[in-house]
C-alpha cells in the first residue's frame, strides 16, 4: 500500500516532467497517472455591432437644454482569487473535499486563520479514504474557493494563503 506523501511525490514528479502517462505497481497496488498535454483554446463568438439609426433633426425654437452629466466609468476591484501574490493550497487527487472531520466538528481553517506547513487544513476522501491535506506553506488564509462536500479534481485550488 502507498503512503499519501510517497503518492504526492510521484504526482510532483509526473507533472514536472514531460511524460504523458505513468503506471506504477508495488506489492498489489497501482499507480496510473495521466496528464493532459492537449492545449484547448476557446474562442468567443464575435459580437456584431450594430450603429443606432439615423434620426434627422429638425431644428425647433425651444429652451436651452443643459447637457446630461456622464458618469465616470467605475474600477472594478481585482478578485482575491486572481491576486499572484497568493499561493494556491492544491488538492492531490480527486475526491470529495471537507472542511472539517465530520459534520459536528469546526472547520479546519476558515478565512483569518493562521496555518503552518504541517497544518491541517481540510480532507479529501478519495474511494473510502479519507486524506488530510496540510497547507506545506506558512501564512494566513484569504480565500476557501470550495464548498463542504463538493468534488475537486487534481490540482484544482482549494484555499489561498497570504504567505508569511
Known sequence: MFKIQEIREIIKLVDASSIDEFVYEEGGAKVKLKKNGGVTEVVAPKKEVVAPPVVQQVPVASAPVAPTP???????????????????????????????????????????????????????????????????????????????????????????????
Open 70 to 164: 456622464v458618469a465616470a466609468p467605475v474600477a472594478e476591484a481585482t478578485p482575491v482569487s486572481e491576486d499572484v501574490s497568493l499561493h494556491k493550497i492544491t488538492s492531490p487527487m480527486v475526491g470529495t473535499f471537507y472542511q472539517s472531520p465530520n459534520p459536528e466538528s469546526p472547520a479546519y481553517v476558515k478565512v483569518g486563520d493562521k496555518v503552518g506547513e504541517e497544518s491541517i487544513v481540510c480532507i479529501v476522501e478519495a474511494m473510502k479514504l479519507f486524506n488530510e491535506i496540510e497547507a506545506e506553506i506558512k501564512g494566513e488564509i484569504v480565500e476557501v474557493l470550495v464548498k463542504d462536500g463538493q468534488l475537486v479534481e487534481y490540482g484544482q485550488p482549494l484555499f489561498l494563503v497570504k504567505a508569511e
